[in-house]
């Protein structure tokens, strides 16, 4: 058993927006269960739950907020190397500088040097848990997912596939396509801390033969995840719209080969209509919100007024690398900003909305948690959830400590750490209760050695 002493931000796991709790000076408490699994068994203020706790080891983290490790709802870690690169847009940016970079990690060696790196940068930010895009080939994930297990991190990945529409080197073939995904799912799903997602790239990339093999699958193995993009940029739609003119909408094509229902998280989600939302909300599938992508390909703004009135489920992603950053503070301002605007990026107007500190830090922890139907696992700090968790300097540059010591509420003070933070503020990260281990780590003070830095 171990226990920290810091400031605290936890949620409750199952509410369907932001339920916080804050403790100014709080105990948490980790313990592992009958199998071994590190656990939060308690949290809340310190004076009421030292006492009862008082034989147990304290980390004494005074100054320090510790919050949920975050989770990126839509990441591509085959683009870690794309991350920065300058195109006109989607489709031009695929063709110029991702299918070349992904044709690489037909290289076992490649796919896993790179998987080692984006667990160190992901951790380097506070992220402990990813929905993460391989490339077509099976031994991205196996290279992904290799890592993670060897880590403890809790992962869930896949093959993309992509059988059209993609150059040679990540075209894949449609029935080895499906085999291989059957056989990752037996590899890798329910392992350790790991899960899979059945992977259709997005809508153009795939043959109906291979969207219909992938529903089956998705049918057969209801508690494997469904990842994938939609409605993100206007060209990608217009493409959608003469690939299949039989179907309503984009996201229509996806409810009629079965990849809509609870545990499917599709990335953007911009260019929704009425009927598209309501369709979410019934089938439970999620959007994974990715403002710095939107942001850096110019594909258009999130309407988070429209998509909290329909109910639709949704959570925080960075999509690099389409993204602009790993961390979540850069994912986190974004979405602010996207928020405030009053277009959608067609010309479409939209209501503008000032999304709080604490729903911003819900939508990339216990939000995006929900999204994956993971609540009571990771994303909360709730007692029996995963102990993965971040300790954050509020002081760690000099404009985040003049700033934050003059926040008059904690929402206040939690809006200027989303605004100013960066990585510099994470100071460690925590993964099932014992420090990540990361290129970090050697700078952070012994766990036991009492206030760090
Ligand atoms: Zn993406």
Same mark, same amino acid.
């Given at each position: 058993? *171990?226990?920290?002493?810091?400031?605290?931000l936890?949620f409750?796991?199952?509410?369907?927006?932001?339920?916080?709790?804050?403790?100014?000076?709080?105990?948490?408490?980790? !313990? !592992?269960? +009958? +199998?071994?699994?590190?656990?939060?068994? #308690?949290?809340?203020?310190?004076?009421?739950?030292?006492?009862?706790?008082?034989?147990?080891?304290?980390?004494?983290?005074?100054?320090?907020?510790? !919050?949920?490790?975050?989770?990126?709802?839509?990441?591509?870690?085959?683009?870690?190397?794309?991350?920065?690169s300058? +195109?006109?847009?989607?489709?031009? $940016?695929?063709?110029?500088?991702?299918?070349?970079?992904?044709?690489?990690?037909?290289?076992?060696?490649?796919?896993?040097?790179? #998987?080692?790196?984006?667990?160190?940068?992901?951790?380097? =930010?506070?992220?402990?848990?990813?929905?993460?895009?391989?490339?077509?080939?099976?031994?991205?994930?196996?290279?992904?997912?290799?890592?993670?297990?060897?880590?403890?991190?809790?992962?869930?990945?896949?093959?993309?596939?992509?059988?059209?529409?993609?150059?040679?080197?990540?075209?894949?073939e449609?029935?080895?396509?499906?085999?291989?995904?059957?056989? &990752?799912?037996?590899?890798? =799903?329910?392992?350790?801390?790991?899960?899979?997602?059945?992977?259709?790239?997005?809508?153009?990339?795939?043959?109906?033969? *291979? &969207?219909?093999?992938?529903?089956?699958?998705?049918?057969?193995?209801?508690?494997?995840?469904?990842q994938? =993009?939609?409605?993100?940029?206007?060209?990608?739609?217009?493409?959608?719209?003469?690939?299949?003119?039989?179907?309503?909408?984009?996201?229509?094509?996806?409810?009629?080969?079965?990849?809509?229902?609870?545990?499917?998280?599709?990335?953007?989600?911009?260019?929704?209509?009425?009927?598209?939302?309501?369709?979410?909300?019934?089938?439970?599938?999620?959007?994974?919100?990715?403002?710095?992508?939107?942001?850096?390909?110019?594909?258009?703004?999130?309407?988070?007024?429209?998509a909290?009135?329909?109910?639709?489920?949704?959570?925080l992603?960075?999509?690099?690398?389409?993204?602009?950053?790993?961390?979540?503070?850069?994912?986190?301002?974004?979405?602010?900003?996207?928020?405030? !605007?009053?277009?959608?990026?067609?010309?479409?107007?939209?209501?503008?909305?000032?999304? #709080?500190?604490?729903?911003? $830090?819900? *939508?990339?922890?216990?939000?995006? #948690?929900?999204?994956?139907?993971?609540?009571?696992?990771?994303?909360?700090?709730?007692?029996?959830?995963?102990?993965?968790?971040?300790?954050?300097?509020?002081?760690?540059?000099?404009?985040?400590?003049?700033?934050?010591?003059?926040?008059?509420?904690?929402?206040e $003070?939690?809006?200027?750490?989303?605004?100013?933070?960066?990585d510099?503020?994470?100071?460690?990260?925590?993964?099932?209760?014992?420090?990540?281990?990361?290129?970090?780590?050697? +700078?952070?003070?012994?766990?036991?050695?009492?206030?760090?830095?």
């Amino acid at each position: 058993m *171990q226990s920290w002493r810091a400031s605290l931000l936890w949620f409750d796991p199952e509410a369907d927006g932001p339920r916080p709790h804050f403790e100014s000076d709080g105990l948490l408490v980790t !313990a !592992a269960d +009958a +199998a071994g699994v590190q656990r939060v068994v #308690a949290v809340g203020a310190y004076d009421t739950l030292r006492p009862r706790y008082s034989d147990v080891a304290v980390h004494d983290r005074r100054g320090r907020l510790i !919050a949920p490790g975050f989770i990126d709802l839509h990441i591509h870690y085959p683009q870690t190397d794309v991350i920065g690169s300058p +195109a006109d847009g989607l489709l031009p $940016w695929l063709e110029r500088y991702t299918f070349p970079q992904e044709a690489r990690f037909a290289d076992p060696g490649h796919a896993a040097s790179v #998987a080692r790196f984006f667990f160190d940068e992901l951790l380097r =930010h506070g992220v402990t848990t990813v929905l993460a895009f391989g490339t077509s080939h099976p031994g991205s994930v196996d290279a992904l997912l290799g890592e993670a297990q060897a880590r403890g991190l809790r992962c869930i990945a896949g093959k993309s596939l992509q059988d059209r529409h993609s150059p040679d080197g990540v075209r894949d073939e449609t029935e080895a396509s499906l085999r291989d995904t059957e056989a &990752l799912i037996a590899r890798w =799903h329910g392992r350790d801390r790991l899960g899979y997602a059945i992977t259709p790239r997005f809508a153009p990339s795939c043959s109906d033969a *291979q &969207l219909h093999g992938a529903g089956a699958l998705a049918a057969r193995y209801s508690d494997v995840w469904i990842q994938s =993009h939609v409605a993100e940029n206007l060209d990608e739609l217009r493409w959608v719209r003469a690939l299949y003119p039989q179907d309503r909408s984009y996201l229509a094509v996806y409810e009629r080969f079965g990849l809509l229902r609870r545990r499917a998280v599709y990335a953007h989600g911009i260019y929704l209509d009425d009927a598209d939302r309501a369709l979410l909300a019934r089938t439970g599938a999620a959007v994974a919100v990715s403002p710095t992508s939107n942001l850096f390909l110019g594909s258009g703004f999130f309407d988070y007024a429209a998509a909290r009135e329909a109910g639709v489920t949704l959570g925080l992603a960075s999509d690099v690398g389409g993204g602009m950053s790993f961390s979540p503070f850069a994912t986190m301002r974004a979405a602010y900003t996207v928020g405030r !605007a009053s277009v959608r990026g067609d010309g479409a107007a939209k209501r503008g909305v000032s999304l #709080a500190a604490t729903d911003l $830090w819900w *939508q990339h922890t216990a939000g995006a #948690a929900r999204a994956l139907g993971l609540a009571w696992v990771v994303g909360s700090l709730a007692p029996g959830s995963e102990a993965d968790f971040v300790v954050l300097d509020p002081a760690a540059t000099p404009l985040l400590a003049r700033r934050t010591a003059q926040a008059a509420s904690f929402e206040e $003070w939690l809006f200027a750490l989303i605004l100013l933070a960066d990585d510099r503020a994470v100071t460690e990260v925590v993964v099932a209760g014992a420090p990540a281990s990361h290129a970090f780590t050697e +700078a952070t003070p012994d766990l036991h050695g009492g206030r760090a830095r």
